[in-house]
């Protein structure tokens, strides 16, 4: 992965691609195994988190993870998968509490290193971290499975700001994505145009049109973020509101 | 380097009193700023959505300045840093689109013209240098408002700092990677020029994990004097920098700086912290020069001596003790990594000796006090034994309750106890007993040095306890105290289930770090767990809990005590260590009169035995055992062997010693008592009942200057205890008949705290006695409590007391009433209790009083049968003078005489010093003959040594 970063091009959904690929050869076989990659790439920390929360060292959780996408990138994961199929992420949260159940009981022989690198170092250089805080109590309280629901949504969100930002700084308006960024959701009280302008150099009405601008083009990267991992598009609102439940329930 | 996921990272940060989203609730925050439902809601807005080349051609359309985001031809991108001048950016070359890394200063620093300079000089010092080890420079330039910057290579493997996690499983890489890393500094040093703030932030990796140097940010030319005067912030990284960069000057400074920071890196990759850490900056800076750093093996003894020797000699203090350059260093690690012999161990580097000696008064001290005491008391101490001059002492103290919940309080004490225990299992540590430890209490701001001291020892654990749900949080660290040096820290975060692996991975780490030897027999006991059922556990800590605050032995609690002990066996019939409570419990509660029966005994049995029969390899149902043969049956033999059984398994646990001591006492060696009390002691220096019980026998062994000693030692623990303070004034009355000091304390606690009186009512009326004050003596019985004085070796009961009083006082009506009414009550309980020794010796007395001379001598001579020396030194030694009072009472002057002459022989609670002979009452009969008087010099000695 080279440092600067590519844009991304995406025509049709990762999942859908990953579906269609499960049975298939040859060219289409290759584009499925990318798309699972890229897949795998973007949500590995919900699985990280997963596996911590069950009670593992943080040595072992990755250590689990890492086993975890390995067995999912190297064999074939689809086919063996349960064909009640439905979405990646349950599909995902599945297939790992069976890793994990059967890790328990035998020593993992899956080798490491090789030539899978979903996540390569420079590009996790470039990534920036992730910035999900939570109360201790809800931490404390969530069973793993909505802690892996919720990392997820957490997931989608910044998934969905970061390539925000990287279009943002593409047009060299860099300092208006991290001015405006924090009044993305919807409307509230606290928006002081007036007081963004002033900070930003430009009129109100700038301000407020480009917020507008930002918001849509963000709703629409948030839906193409949570597209990826659905079948068909009739269930991405579906998924949204698992996905806000879930962020709800921590409350 | 190959890792495919990123570096491990807690599931979330945490946020301790999360504010709720005005808008929906949430309280899940993303960058500590924006709801995360929020933001995830508003994807099921209804608004339409926005392809990228519309919403790119809409950002077009304003013209939002973005000049901050240029520096000269540079496109700034990212803040990915900051030191401590300037901030780093993660920038893109304008024509070339090449991303690079960008250093400014901060703009707030700009009026000051040695910022400005220490930066200019670093950005030229360093684009001097050409290395492939070293971050080049490419640029250095001025902002347009004059800020200068440079530019820099990006390094996209980040820090050493955060690959070092990943590096410390293969040694030789780190070892290879920091080969390379001395080579370039030694060509930095060829230059001219010193890093002065190596540390792993400052070694970046590229793509392939090749090291490369960068922020020479106080790098100086060497021979160049410079009079920028330093800050704790410019002095560089602690826990990296040398010594004597706190102290020097900049020209002071030579290559030997780096050569330390090198290898406190090399320490850090190695072993997973760099070789000092504290509290913070001074601290940290402090340990360092007065050091020696930690052996790399004791806190990652796989790896090898050679190793180990090369980084030793990088971290001395002494930088000439170092290596004379950085490329001897890369020598040495190039030599290892192909097998060959290193340099550094032709070098005599053990000079660490004398500076070790002198820079350690504490335990110097500390040797010398308890030789001191050695001296005066004449016993054998445990340092005579051992081949080191100290054992490595250390002291659990109690861990702090995090938990919401303050019931589990005693969970906290729980975790701490086990480890304690755990670690008391390893002979070669000196590990102080729970009793002692306890009175730390967290919470409360504690100085470890005075409590190392205190307990004398050099080393302390604390640790805090969380217990939610089902999961516990346990975290563990070890502290030199001397030197408030923090040698290993450990969190566990597990479910509830493996918190006594958690134990027995602290014990163990721990004793890792203290370099002691671990048997494979220690080991397996430590491993393993004292129950698997938790609510059994709970019961056990409960009943620990009710026995450890008791103050003094209350029905009550030996019965809550019990039954929580039988709880705990209920839900597991396998728990052996609450088998063991159980027997001791039903044990003291027959020794100290609580319920003398017979079912009592059963009981105490049954729990042994069940103990015994889940393991005899353990120390603890030998110990168990060996109370009950002791407490119930007198049977020494059996006590003894069992307290040796216990000993080898139990090293460092105080009660062990303690009931060694009083088995000994009873058979009266005494010198293996003295010897057994001193080591229990040493283990448990702040118990209170147990340095009690060491200087009582020094005073019924007539050894008063030791006794002194010791009583003192208790009131330097305890000064405010009434019992301890009387007691030492008797020493006075015993051994000169002055009782003037026992007076004066008694009449000082009386008018300090009347409520303390019935504590020392035994006292007082002694006193009373012996001073015949008939006044004090009303006084005194008015404060005994109701039954009069029972203890183990000795009753007295009220009408007894009285009778006593009365007589001294004259008052013959009285004193026959009083003894007529002794009479009563003892024949009522001789008759529930036909053996009991001392109460035929109230009732001899009582009928010696009232002049049946006959019946008294028969009753004196029957508690003398049934309690002869030879079963109980002790107990026996009171019967023995009982009978020659009774004599004496009774007429017989020369029996008692005689009585008396053997009596004196032995140890006797209360009864036979030169005071108490010259004044008590007891023996007016007596007075004026000169045979007494041959005996009044005699007791004036000690009791004659077995």
Redesign the interface.
């Known amino acids: 992965m080279s440092?600067?970063a590519e844009p991304r091009v995406f025509t049709t959904t990762r999942w859908s691609l990953v579906l269609a690929g499960a049975n298939s050869e040859g060219n289409q076989q290759n584009k499925a195994a990318e798309a699972l990659a890229e897949l795998c790439r973007t949500y590995?920390r919900p699985a990280?988190?997963y596996v911590?929360?069950r009670?593992y060292?943080?040595?072992d959780?990755?250590d689990l993870?890492?086993d975890f996408?390995l067995m999912i990138l190297e064999t074939n994961w689809l086919q063996q998968a349960d064909h009640g199929r439905g979405r990646f992420r349950s599909l995902l949260l599945k297939s790992l509490q069976n890793f994990l159940h059967n890790a328990a009981d035998k020593n993992r022989t899956l080798k490491r290193?090789g030539s899978?690198?979903?996540?390569?170092?420079?590009a996790?250089?470039?990534e920036?971290?992730?910035?999900?805080?939570?109360?201790?109590r809800?931490?404390?309280?969530l069973a793993p499975e909505r802690?892996f629901d919720?990392?997820w949504?957490?997931t989608?969100?910044?998934h969905a700001?970061r390539r925000l930002r990287e279009?943002?700084?593409?047009?060299?308006?860099?300092?208006?994505f991290e001015a405006l960024?924090?009044h993305?959701?919807?409307e509230?009280?606290d928006t002081s145009y007036a007081d963004l302008g002033t900070g930003?150099?430009?009129a109100e009405t700038?301000v407020k049109?480009?917020l507008y601008?930002l918001?849509?083009?963000?709703?629409?990267l948030?839906?193409e973020e949570?597209s990826h991992t659905v079948e068909k598009p009739a269930d991405v609102?579906d998924e949204?509101?698992h996905?806000?439940a879930a962020?709800?329930s921590?409350? | 380097?190959?890792?495919?996921?990123?570096?491990?990272?807690?599931?979330?940060?945490?946020?301790?009193?999360?504010t709720?989203c005005?808008?929906?609730?949430?309280?899940?925050?993303?960058?500590?700023?924006?709801?995360?439902?929020?933001?995830?809601?508003?994807?099921?807005?209804p608004?339409?959505?926005?392809?990228?080349e519309a919403?790119?051609r809409?950002?077009?359309e304003?013209n939002?300045?973005?000049d901050?985001?240029r520096l000269g031809h540079y496109?700034?991108?990212?803040e990915i840093g900051r030191g401590g001048m300037g901030v780093i950016y993660?920038a893109?070359q304008q024509h070339s689109?090449r991303?690079v890394a960008v250093k400014r200063i901060f703009a707030h620093q700009v009026n000051s013209h040695e910022t400005l300079v220490r930066f200019r000089r670093e950005a030229e010092a360093v684009a001097s240098l050409d290395h492939p080890n070293i971050l080049p420079i490419y640029e250095v330039s001025e902002s347009e408002e004059g800020l200068p910057f440079f530019s820099m290579k990006?390094a996209?493997?980040?820090s050493l700092r955060a690959a070092a996690p990943a590096l410390r499983v293969e040694p030789r890489d780190c070892v290879r990677l920091m080969a390379k890393v001395a080579r370039a500094i030694a060509y930095a040093h060829d230059k001219g020029i010193l890093h002065r703030d190596l540390q792993p932030g400052n070694i970046l990796l590229d793509?392939n994990g090749e090291p490369m140097v960068s922020d020479f940010g106080l790098a100086k030319w060497m021979g160049e004097n410079s009079d920028l005067t330093r800050t704790l912030e410019t002095l560089g990284t602690p826990g990296y920098i040398a010594p004597e960069q706190a102290e020097c000057t900049a020209a002071g400074l030579t290559s030997a700086a780096d050569i330390y920071s090198l290898g406190a890196i090399l320490f850090h990759l190695l072993t997973g912290r760099p070789p000092f850490v504290g509290a913070n900056v001074l601290c940290v800076i402090h340990q360092a020069a007065v050091g020696p750093a930690p052996r790399l093996r004791s806190l990652a003894p796989s790896l090898d001596r050679d190793l180990e020797i090369i980084v030793a000699r990088c971290l001395e203090p002494d930088r000439d003790a170092r290596y004379q350059s950085a490329g001897a260093l890369a020598d040495d690690l190039e030599h290892w990594l192909r097998h060959e012999p290193i340099r550094a161990r032709r070098v005599g580097i053990f000079i660490r000796g004398r500076k070790w000696v002198g820079r350690n008064p504490t335990t110097t001290m500390l040797v010398g006090l308890l030789i001191a005491l050695t001296a005066a008391v004449g016993v054998m101490f445990w340092e005579r034994e051992s081949p080191h001059p100290m054992p490595r002492g250390v002291a659990v103290l109690p861990f702090e309750n995090l938990s919401a919940d303050p019931e589990n309080a005693f969970f906290a004490d729980g975790v701490q106890d086990e480890i304690l225990n755990d670690l008391a299992k390893i002979a070669d540590l000196k590990v102080i007993s729970r009793t002692s430890v306890m009175q730390y209490k967290s919470g409360a701001k504690r100085n470890l040095r005075h409590i190392a001291n205190e307990l004398g020892v050099a080393h302390v654990v604390e640790g805090s306890v969380q217990r939610?749900?089902n999961?516990v949080r346990v975290t563990a660290q070890l502290i030199d105290a001397r030197t408030d040096t923090h040698l290993w820290v450990d969190h566990y975060d597990?479910?509830l289930d493996?918190v006594f692996a958690i134990q027995s991975d602290i014990a163990k780490a721990i004793a890792t770090q203290l370099q002691a030897k671990l048997s494979p027999a220690e080991k397996s006991a430590i491993e393993q767990p004292p129950t698997k059922n938790l609510i059994a556990y709970d019961r056990y800590l409960r009943a620990r809990k009710v026995r450890a605050v008791q103050t003094a032995r209350v029905p009550g609690d030996m019965r809550e005590e019990t039954r929580l002990l039988d709880q705990a066996v209920a839900y597991d019939p396998t728990f052996l260590l609450a088998y063991c409570e159980l027997a001791q419990a039903h044990a003291y509660a027959y020794h100290l009169g609580v319920d003398r029966t017979p079912a009592r005994v059963a009981l105490a049995k049954a729990a042994r035995d069940a103990a015994l029969r889940l393991s005899s390899d353990r120390g603890e149902p030998h110990l168990a055992a060996a109370e009950v043969a002791f407490h119930c049956n007198l049977d020494y033999e059996t006590a003894l062997t069992e307290v040796a059984i216990a000993r080898g398994k139990l090293p460092n646990d105080a009660s062990v010693f303690a009931l060694s001591a009083y088995i000994h006492r009873r058979q009266g060696h005494w010198e293996d008592c003295a010897r057994d009390l001193e080591r229990a002691v040493q283990l448990d220096p702040r118990n209170v009942w147990l340095l009690q019980d060491a200087a009582e026998t020094y005073h019924h062994e007539r050894h008063f200057s030791e006794a002194t000693a010791a009583w003192d030692r208790v009131l330097a623990v305890a000064p405010g205890d009434p019992s301890s303070r009387v007691w030492r004034a008797l020493v006075d009355l015993d051994s000169r008949a002055d009782t003037r000091p026992a007076y004066e304390a008694v009449q000082n606690i009386v008018t300090e705290d009347p409520s303390a009186v019935d504590s020392i009512a035994e006292h007082w009326l002694y006193l009373a006695l012996c001073r015949r004050d008939a006044a004090e003596m009303g006084r005194a019985l008015a404060s005994l409590p109701p039954e009069g004085i029972v203890r183990r070796d000795l009753l007295m009961p009220r009408p007894f007391c009285e009778g006593l009083a009365a007589r001294a006082r004259g008052d013959a009506k009285g004193a026959e009433a009083a003894f007529i009414a002794a009479h009563v009550e003892m024949e009522k309980i001789l008759r529930e209790q036909p053996d009991y020794a001392q109460a035929f010796c109230v009732l001899g007395l009582s009928d010696a009083a009232l002049g049946r001379k006959e019946d008294a001598i028969r009753e004196g001579r029957r508690a003398l049968e049934l309690l002869p020396v030879a079963k109980d030194m002790m107990a026996g030694g009171v019967v023995l003078a009982n009978l020659a009072i009774i004599y004496a009472w009774a007429g017989e002057k020369d029996r008692a005489l005689e009585q008396l002459a053997t009596a004196i022989r032995f140890p006797s609670p209360e009864f036979l010093s030169y005071g108490q002979l010259k004044l008590h009452p007891f023996w007016d009969p007596l007075r004026g003959d000169p045979r007494f008087d041959k005996l009044l010099e005699e007791s004036k000695k000690p009791v004659p040594l077995k």
């Open positions: 440092v600067e590995w990280f988190s911590c929360r009670g060292s943080s040595e959780a990755e993870t890492q996408f290193g899978v690198q979903f996540v390569s170092w420079d996790w250089m470039t920036a971290p992730s910035q999900l805080s939570i109360s201790a809800a931490l404390d309280s802690l919720l990392r949504a957490a989608v969100v910044e700001l279009e943002c700084e593409g047009k060299g308006r860099l300092r208006l960024r924090d993305l959701a919807a509230h009280g930003l150099g430009v700038v049109k480009q601008n918001r849509q083009r963000y709703r629409s948030l839906r949570v609102d949204i509101r996905l806000c962020l709800a921590a409350a | 380097m190959n890792k495919p996921i990123g570096p491990p990272e807690s599931i979330a940060d945490v946020i301790e009193n999360p709720q005005p808008q929906c609730g949430a309280i899940t925050r993303l960058d500590q700023r924006s709801c995360s439902n929020c933001l995830l809601s508003e994807a099921l807005e608004e339409g959505e926005l392809s990228r919403f790119e809409i950002l077009a304003d939002v300045a973005d901050e985001w496109e700034i991108l990212e993660r893109r689109r991303i990006y996209t493997g980040g793509g939610a749900a999961r597990r479910p493996d």
